[in-house]
């Protein structure tokens, strides 16, 4: 079966690429609102279904992967924030302090679409005002949920991580390979796809 990303994230097409999963991407054009007083694992999971069911809507026959990733700061959403205002404000919130990453997953495979949700703990080392500039004006934290990528420079300030790393990048792989199984997509101890 044809496995088909429903994400323009350079982060998930890299991960799905170094486990070796054969795919194709198609970007999902879903305007990303989502009805309000819902807790930020059902926002995650919501927002991912409607990804992977918008591009299985035109691609039956293929396995469709949909993802979303926030930060929660004590229960408030961190998306991108697209400014270096609003990095900046992200940063100065959360440095050294704990917040949660979410990932929602979902996997629309022969009219079913299964839908779960990856939740890490991850800890930022206090920063000072200097290094928060410095990392804003370098441009990484701008298009990243909460305004930092764990795997770039922002690697430096993080002093914790509970739970799954590739969920802090955008792709908790080994949930998404339990659903991938659970699918009947690939086999048992191998991500090569079932003919």
Known sequence: MHIILASASPNRKELLERIG????????????????????AEYVMTLA?????????AYPEACVIGADTVVDLDGRILGKPHTPENAKAFLSAMQG???????GLAV???????????????????MSEEEIDWYVASGDPLEKAG???????????????????????GLPVHLLYRMLRKARVIGPGTVLPHE
């Open 97 to 103: 302090r704990k917040h949660l990453v979410y990932t």
């Open 21 to 40: 999963l054969p795919f194709s991407v198609v970007v999902s054009n879903v305007c990303e609102n989502v009805a309000p007083g819902l807790s930020t």
């Open 49 to 57: 279904r409607q990804k992977a069911e918008s591009v299985a809507a």
């Open 108 to 126: 629309s495979a022969r009219g079913v679409t299964a839908v779960d949700v990856e939740k890490t703990s991850v800890t930022f080392a206090p």
């Open 147 to 169: 305004a930092y990528g764990i795997q770039g420079p922002a690697g430096l300030f993080i002093s914790a991580i509970d739970g799954d790393y590739f969920n802090v990048v």
